[in-house]
Every structure is written in structure tokens, then in C-alpha cells.
């Protein structure tokens, strides 16, 4: 399954008016590149702990063959696979349930196993598309993710009236990749996958809107943090759940 509910409840502060001051502009500018820092090192983990997997869980029998270990068999062969599939979707609601009354650095700390926990789940990715289109779908979703944020950071546009629409096109991805886990039908995942791009593109620069505007100059050491902490993890999710779908789209597939 290639795409999470990342709208649950981690809106602190929405409809907080924009600042304007130079002095809360510069709180503002360092607020949004410690979200950006929050979300590049859940990637750093995501990243590390699906090539530690696949390389746990394959071995070279040829060249250009391989062969699922014990380990691998075991996660991608038995019902554990649908542990590891469903186990980022469970993930994220818990988080989304406590978000409320959990610490800064509590929050910190579920993002962080929550990266980890989606690196197991992508995994599997690595046994299904080369290493080459993998990394090649990765930079262009960086690039076109970058320019999507860019856009919701400086425009002057106000994207809320999007936010319901693009919020019931999440769900509706989610109910729909469940039902092909146990379809697994090719034309319905590339469907799916067209409309995930678009979808998880407006969110992109609606979550960056949106995320500015949480920002407030007054705001405690302690919800600052927290504010970063889960605007990072929507960015995140805008930003996993684009790669795949590319990837299902334009990556090459292992012969």
C-alpha cells in the first residue's frame, strides 16, 4: 500500500494569522528549516533502514541474480508481509491519537521509529524496481517536491478551500489501495498512482501554507518544537507518498 492518512490531527494553531514584522519573519524563516530538517532526517532513516533490510534479506546467487535469505523469507514470503505492510498505516494513527498529549520530545521520538517503521515497509521496493530507477525517481519527486513547497511558502494565495477536497482524495487513495492489496490489479494500482501524484502534490504546497501559518513569534520553546515536529511528519508523508506512486509509474522493474 503506497499511501497514508497524513491528516489527522496534528494541526496546532490553524488560521493563526501570517507574521509580517521583519523580527518574526527571521522566527519564522529558522521555524520552517527546522521542519525541513525534522523531515530530511526521517528520510535519512527511511532511506538507511530499507537498504539495511534488503540487504539482510537478499543474497547474490549471480550475477544480476539473487535469492530471498531466511530473513527475507520470512518478512516478504510469510504472513508477516502483511505486518510489515499495514504496520506505517497503524503507525500514524496511533500518532495521530496521541498527538495532543504527548512531549516535543516524545513526538520526536515516534517520528523517528515511524521512519523507520515505513524503511522496513519500502523495502520490498528495492526487490521489485532497479536500484538506478529508484534513485532516479527519487531526485526528480526531491525536485518537484521542492518547487510544490517553494510555491505554498510564497504565495500570497490562500490554498485552504483545497484542503477538504484534497483531504477526502487521501482517504479515498487509502480505502482503494487496501481493496488492491487483495485485488492486485495492475490497471486500478496505475490509476491510483496518477491520482496520488496530484493529490499529494496540492498537499505539498497546502501542508507548507499550512505550516507557515502555525507558526506564531510568542509560541513556548516546548510547542515550537511539537509544531516543527509534526509539520515535518505531514511533509514527509506528502513526500513518500509521491515517490511511490512515481515510482510505480516510471520506475524499471528488476527482470
Known amino acids: 500500500m503506497s499511501n497514508f492518512d497524513r491528516n489527522t490531527s496534528f494541526g496546532y494553531g490553524r488560521g493563526v494569522a501570517r507574521p509580517t514584522t521583519a ?19 526521517g528520510l535519512g532513516v527511511t532511506g538507511l533502514v530499507a537498504l539495511g533490510v534488503y540487504m539482510l534479506a537478499v543474497a547474490r546467487v549471480a550475477p544480476g541474480a539473487i535469492e530471498l535469505t ?52 519500502m523495502s520490498s521496493l528495492l526487490l521489485v524496481f532497479t536500484g538506478v530507477s529508484v534513485a532516479r525517481v527519487f531526485f526528480i519527486t526531491a525536485a518537484a517536491f521542492g518547487g510544490l513547497s517553494l510555491y505554498g511558502y510564497m504565495t500570497q494565495r490562500d490554498l485552504s478551500a483545497f484542503g477538504s477536497f484534497l483531504v477526502m482524495g487521501v482517504w479515498g487513495l487509502v480505502i482503494a489501495g487496501l481493496v488492491n492489496l ?11 498512482s496518477i491520482i496520488a501524484v496530484l493529490v499529494f502534490a496540492g498537499l505539498t504546497a497546502w501542508d507548507t501554507q499550512n505550516i507557515k501559518d502555525m507558526y506564531y513569534s510568542s509560541d513556548s520553546y516546548e510547542v515550537a518544537q511539537k509544531k516543527s515536529v509534526f509539520g515535518a511528519l505531514s511533509l514527509y508523508l506528502d513526500f513518500i507518498n509521491m515517490f511511490q506512486s512515481l515510482l510505480f509509474l516510471f520506475g524499471q522493474r528488476n527482470n
Do not use: C, K
Not at 514470503?77 to 495532543?100: H, M, Y
Not at 487483495?182 to 491510483?192: D, I, R, Y
Open 182 to 192: 487483495f485485488l492486485q490489479s495492475t490497471g486500478l494500482q496505475f490509476a491510483l
Open 70 to 121: 531466511s530473513f527475507g523469507h520470512m518478512l516478504y514470503a510469510t504472513p508477516l508481509r502483511w505486518v510489515v505492510i499495514l504496520s506505517p498505516l497503524a503507525f500514524i494513527f496511533f500518532i495521530g491519537a496521541r498527538a495532543n498529549a504527548i512531549s516535543a520530545a516524545t513526538a520526536r521520538n515516534l517520528f523517528i521509529a515511524f521512519a523507520a517503521v515505513m524503511g522496513l515497509s
Open 23 to 41: 523580527e518574526i519573519d527571521q522566527g519564522l524563516r529558522a521555524y520552517m528549516l527546522g521542519v525541513y530538517n525534522y523531515m530530511t532526517l
